[in-house]
């Protein structure tokens, strides 16, 4: 179902910026926080050579547990934007016209019903016709089902539960228009046993027993990457218990320690999307003098983790994108100068791409036309800073699920190195070809 195109509006037409305008209100974002209006893609065109304008709903958890990240997200949509526009690939060309983007932000405050909510006035209200990012798997799931009677595509969404992966394979007609960019855990996030197999068979981590404890908020993603992590961790030849479910909220884990230090485990593994919930359990980790070895899985998706673990967060290890290659370390010094704090890989950067990745993708369909923009983001095979993307038609070892995101090697597909933190900083140290440097055993073990 294709709706038409807004068209142009004096208030459209008097609200263009131009570059230094955007950058200086991009530099005073960095500085302030969420912006309360929506942000145009950056119109240098005279109005005369435009022929309307496409609404583009971006979602993220604007505010609430996880205001940082979806304030990470709204920076690299923002770099991603302006850079497209650099290359001269905005405004794009729909039905053989030119048509300016307009972001539309809509925050989801890290609650379903919320983000519900807010879609649905963006559709109704604001004439949104096109979706795009996201956070959270319990908010993409509601959003996926919210979004079927107005069959229009979502593309960027980063849940990573495999009920979404399920859905699509059950009916993929239903949900066609959906498009899952963060692979399910069992093909990425949760793969930490080879690499704890390989280090402690080197000698490299020497743990007193083969017992792990898992950690996971109590969410839709926490829980099956509990799931998937322990399968990992099994097949490592470690013994899992079941695991321990907690709040985004939640601040004090001392009976969770309590009982991790009674069973004497070597290995506890956790996440959550909170960032005060993640940086007490690490100092609190820390400060019990816990024999075991610390994965803190996603620790370094709020920009200022350093500030709030300080060293307790030294020794850890966590699957993370890190800039690896020359680009990469590139697009962190641009990120840098433009917003004067570092990027939040997972999130602004994963955004960067696949919002270069959604300009391309309508400039090639060249329409709204939903059944189009599917067939060409399937052909679809597009490099990005931080992975290779390209979306499966068929499940198969590489995605779960038609439309998700494919895994691969560095940069033959989606992937995360393992890293270990020391000081502030994430040092590679898995696979062995991208290593910085060999595993470092804690010296509390």
């Not at 096109?130 to 509601?142: D, I, P, Q, R």
């Amino acid at each position: 179902m294709t709706r038409p195109f807004r068209e142009q509006s004096p208030l459209i037409s008097t609200a263009r910026l131009h570059r230094r305008q955007l950058l200086q209100a991009g530099m005073a974002f960095g500085a302030l926080g969420a912006l309360s209006l929506p942000l145009l893609a950056l119109a240098d065109t005279p109005t005369g050579q435009v022929a309307g304008v496409l609404k583009i709903g971006a979602i993220g958890p604007f505010s609430g547990p996880a205001a940082q990240t979806g304030r990470a997200m709204q920076q690299g949509i923002q770099m991603a934007l302006d850079d497209a526009r650099a290359d001269g690939e905005l405004p794009v060309t729909l039905d053989g016209q030119p048509v300016e983007i307009e972001i539309v932000w809509i925050d989801s405050r890290s609650d379903p019903q919320v983000a519900v909510a807010g879609l649905t006035r963006a559709i109704q209200q604001q004439g949104v016709q096109m979706m795009f990012g996201g956070w959270h798997s319990e908010v993409g799931l509601a959003l996926m089902e919210a979004e079927v009677p107005w069959q229009i595509l979502h593309f960027g969404h980063l849940a990573e539960t495999p009920q979404i992966a399920n859905r699509l394979n059950q009916q993929p007609e239903r949900y066609r228009g959906w498009f899952k960019c963060w692979p399910s855990p069992t093909h990425i996030s949760a793969l930490y046993g080879e690499p704890l197999q390989y280090f402690r068979q080197q000698g490299l981590w020497r743990p007193a027993n083969n017992r792990a404890a898992v950690m996971t908020e109590d969410t839709a993603f926490g829980r099956d990457w509990g799931e998937a992590l322990q399968a990992s961790l099994s097949e490592a030849g470690l013994e899992t218990f079941p695991y321990d479910l907690t709040e985004l909220t939640q601040t004090n884990f001392s009976q969770l320690l309590d009982k991790y230090q009674a069973m004497e485990v070597s290995l506890v593994a956790f996440t959550n999307t909170g960032n005060l919930a993640t940086a007490e359990f690490v100092k609190q980790f820390r400060q019990r003098g816990i024999k075991a070895l610390l994965i803190a899985h996603g620790i370094r998706w709020f920009k200022d983790w350093y500030k709030l673990t300080g060293p307790a967060s030294d020794y850890l290890i966590s699957l993370d994108s890190v800039p690896i290659a020359l680009w990469q370390q590139w697009w962190v010094r641009r990120f840098k100068r433009r917003f004067r704090e570092d990027p939040t890989i997972a999130a602004a950067g994963l955004q960067y791409d696949y919002a270069r990745m959604m300009v391309r993708l309508l400039n090639a369909a060249g329409t709204l036309e939903l059944d189009t923009l599917i067939r060409t983001l399937r052909r679809m095979s597009y490099k990005g800073v931080w992975n290779h993307y390209k979306f499966a038609s068929e499940p198969g070892p590489r995605a779960r699920s038609a439309n998700e995101v494919m895994t691969g090697p560095f940069m033959e597909g989606f992937s995360f190195p393992l890293v270990q933190l020391f000081q502030g900083k994430a040092r590679v140290i898995w696979p062995r070809k991208y290593a910085e440097q060999a595993f470092r055993q804690p010296p509390w073990l």
